[in-house]
């Protein structure tokens, strides 16, 4: 069977989503002295399950400015980076998670450097990141998105994930990567890196404030009209 021709009509409900999103939630928008180093956003990934960005983003700071490189922060002994990430949800997974990745760098790269990243395709480039020990295609988005590399990829949380599935733009059942996978080829080609960025966090805050894993408020939230679950909830 021969399939339909044309552009994909997702592309068109992202195009319309965008502006609602920015109407409820306001703008996010990445300023350019935010931008960090690809490996900072790789600390940040790793560590950061189930905890706030602000608290993730002050225990990666933390981290670099005691001991003055991610060399370092690798060599300690893995109780105190135990203890050094205490303010994170799982601070002991959190802990053997980058030892594991920044040691598995150190081995690879001779240190934590991923400017050879900068030479690659975004693909390819995520690719190698997920062959780092902890590495899965979230974090592996984030540090080409989110960072001095200002790739366009979309970073997949759960809440954004989940709110993909209901919208009906990804399959029902698609894990992380199967919804990058279904979604990036109907991204609107003309929004740049900070465009993705910003979808991505207001993304965040439908799935945290309506589209909930359960108790679902289809009623009130921006995204309904363009929405196949919200549509059939609400008439």
Not at 72 to 89: G, N, V
Not at 222 to 229: F, K, M, Y
Request: net charge neutral; glycine share 8%.
């Amino acid at each position: 069977m021969q399939l339909p021709l044309g552009p994909d009509p997702r592309t068109e409900t992202l195009r319309r989503l965008q502006p609602l999103l920015i109407q409820r939630f306001g703008r996010i928008e990445r300023a350019a002295a935010e931008w960090r180093e690809p490996e900072w956003v790789l600390v940040q990934g790793v560590i950061g399950a189930r905890t706030k960005s602000e608290v993730s983003n002050a225990a990666t700071q933390g981290l670099l400015d005691r001991h003055g490189s991610w060399e370092a922060a690798a060599a300690l002994p893995l109780e105190q980076l135990q203890a050094e990430l205490a303010t994170q949800t799982y601070p002991n997974v959190a802990a053997e998670r980058l030892k594991a990745s920044l040691t598995a760098l150190v081995e690879r790269r001779g240190g934590v450097d991923l400017s050879h990243l900068s030479e690659m395709d975004t693909l390819a480039a995520m690719r190698w990141l997920e062959q780092l020990p902890g590495i899965g295609r979230k974090i592996a988005a984030g540090v080409m998105n989110a960072s001095t590399l200002d790739r366009r990829a979309i970073v997949l949380d759960g809440h954004h994930t989940r709110i993909l599935q209901r919208m009906g733009l990804v399959p029902a059942k698609a894990n992380t990567d199967r919804a990058f996978e279904a979604i990036m080829p109907a991204m609107p080609p003309e929004w740049s890196a900070a465009d993705y960025d910003e979808h991505h966090l207001l993304m965040k805050k439908i799935g945290q404030n309506y589209c909930r894993p359960s108790a679902l408020l289809c009623g009130d939230c921006p995204a309904q009209a363009l929405c196949q679950t919200g549509r059939g909830r609400v008439v």
